[in-house]
Structure formats: structure tokens, C-alpha cells
Nanobody, 114 residues
Framework: QVKLVESGGGLVQPGGSLRLSCAASGFTFSIYPVSWYRQAPGKERELVAYINRFGDLTKYADSVKGRFTISRDNAKNTMYLQMNTLKPEDTAVYYC???????WGQGTQVTVSS
């Protein structure tokens, strides 16, 4: 049974940091590129960050470049999103995904507010 389980979301003040985790199971995590997406209220889901299977190629949405870092630990079947200098416009539900397999987690809420 395929599972992607996100954790680490919450409420943070502007300028703060959060680290999201996504634990994968039920498939061979290490051979697939993975991504983080987000969806804000009233907006379409957007790609936030991408990392290849080896972890040596990453891509980011322009809106998060220099603030967010995607990483993965294939030995732990886990991917991460380190989010720094958070802004109110980063408020959204964040999803981890294996796009090539159309696998999605259930999402974790990130709220940036004072």
C-alpha cells in the first residue's frame, strides 16, 4: 500500500521557519524524483520544489528561491522541505508528491501570520 505522510506544518510568524517532512512507503522511493506542491485558498495547486532521485538536482518556484530547500534521505524513504524567511503568502496546504506515479500525500497546513 502506497503512503506519503506529511508532517511539520503549523502556525508561524512572518520571518520564521518550518521544516516539512514526508515519509514514503509501499514503493521504491529512491528511484523516483519527488516534489512539493502547495495550494492556497482559492488558488490552483502549484509546484514549489523538485528534487531528482539522487538528490543532486533541485528546482524551485521563483517565489521561494533562496528561502526554501528541498532534500531527501533515500535510506529513510523521506523527503524534506526546509522553509525559511516565511511570508504570509506562503500560507497554503503543502503536499508531497511523486509526480511520475501520481502519488500524493494528504497535505499539511502551513499558516504564516502574526
Amino acid at each position: 500500500q502506497v503512503k506519503l505522510v506529511e508532517s511539520g506544518g503549523g502556525l508561524v510568524q512572518p520571518g520564521g521557519s518550518l521544516r516539512l517532512s514526508c515519509a514514503a512507503s509501499g514503493f521504491t522511493f529512491s528511484i523516483y524524483p519527488v516534489s512539493w506542491y502547495r495550494q492556497a485558498p482559492g488558488k490552483e495547486r502549484e509546484l514549489v520544489a523538485y528534487i531528482n532521485r539522487f538528490g543532486d538536482l533541485t528546482k524551485y518556484a521563483d517565489s521561494v528561491k533562496g528561502r526554501f530547500t528541498i532534500s531527501r534521505d533515500n535510506a529513510k524513504n523521506t523527503m524534506y522541505l526546509q522553509m525559511n524567511t516565511l511570508k504570509p503568502e506562503d500560507t497554503a496546504v503543502y503536499y508531497c508528491s511523486v509526480p511520475g506515479l501520481n502519488y500524493w500525500g494528504q497535505g499539511t497546513q502551513v499558516t504564516v501570520s502574526s
